[in-house]
T-cell receptor
Framework: DAGVTQSPTHLIKTRGQQVTLRCSPK?????VSWYQQALGQGPQFIFQ???????QRGNFPDRFSGHQFPNYSSELNVNALLLGDSALYLC?????????????FGPGTRLTVL | GENVEQHPSTLSVQEGDSAVIKCTYS??????FPWYKQELGKRPQLIID?????GEKKDQRIAVTLNKTAKHFSLHITETQPEDSAVYFC?????????????FGTGTQLKVEL
């Protein structure tokens, strides 16, 4: 039973560039959430996708966008990268929106913006 | 969810002692209360969770207690071991806004000394 996977593991970009991060949820899960974790801080919620739609969004600018595919995998896109976007980007998968269901995290993508 | 505070921010104990970390939250709609353990450079891993219809849950050396009236829940680790050293995050989840995002606390760095 595959867990949550993310790619790439590490990424280095320069200011102003665009980046796409990818996530495959745990088998049987249909909901993907994305979090940003800056060094020394807790993860911050970016947004959540269910049934290929963004269902909830945290306090992040429109430069952050996403997509969910019919197979439940998801992408996180960040445009016009800033130095402050350097962080560990985590995705978490779960089953359904309602109810109290557990979220399982992937290993993350470490993004460095120079 | 929403405003989430953890105390203490750092905790140092001797091997074999107990450790307690407290999490307070402001969103009364929160209905799911997990604790995650994150080792350096790794993903957050769920160690225990509790739902709003129970007050306490135990899993071997780890327990979580919930006080919904006072809006706080606590992580208890007994007979601590060096491998318990990590950062611990509470992440209460509310259903406000149509989704089920986790709102992470600021984290507690636990160090278990020999």
């Amino acid at each position: 039973d595959a867990g949550v996977t993310q790619s790439p593991t590490h990424l280095i970009k320069t200011r102003g560039q665009q980046v796409t991060l990818r996530c495959s949820p745990k088998s049987g899960h249909d909901t993907v959430s994305w979090y940003q974790q800056a060094l020394g801080q807790g993860p911050q919620f970016i947004f959540q996708y269910y049934e290929e739609e963004e269902r909830q969004r945290g306090n992040f600018p429109d430069r952050f966008s996403g997509h969910q595919f019919p197979n439940y995998s998801s992408e996180l896109n960040v445009n016009a990268l800033l130095l402050g976007d350097s962080a560990l980007y985590l995705c978490a998968s779960s089953s359904g929106l309602a109810g109290a269901d557990t979220q399982y995290f992937g290993p993350g993508t470490r993004l460095t913006v120079l | 969810g929403e405003n989430v505070e953890q105390h203490p921010s750092t905790l140092s104990v001797q091997e074999g002692d107990s450790a307690v970390i407290k999490c307070t939250y402001s969103d009364s709609a929160s209905n799911y209360f997990p604790w995650y353990k994150q080792e350096l450079g790794k993903r957050p891993q769920l160690i225990i969770d509790i739902r709003s219809n129970v007050g306490e849950k135990k899993d071997q050396r780890i327990a979580v207690t919930l006080n919904k009236t006072a809006k706080h829940f606590s992580l208890h680790i007994t007979e601590t071991q060096p491998e318990d050293s990590a950062v611990y995050f509470c992440a209460p989840r509310g259903l406000t806004g149509g989704g089920n995002k986790l709102t992470f606390g600021t984290g507690t760095q636990l160090k278990v000394e020999l």
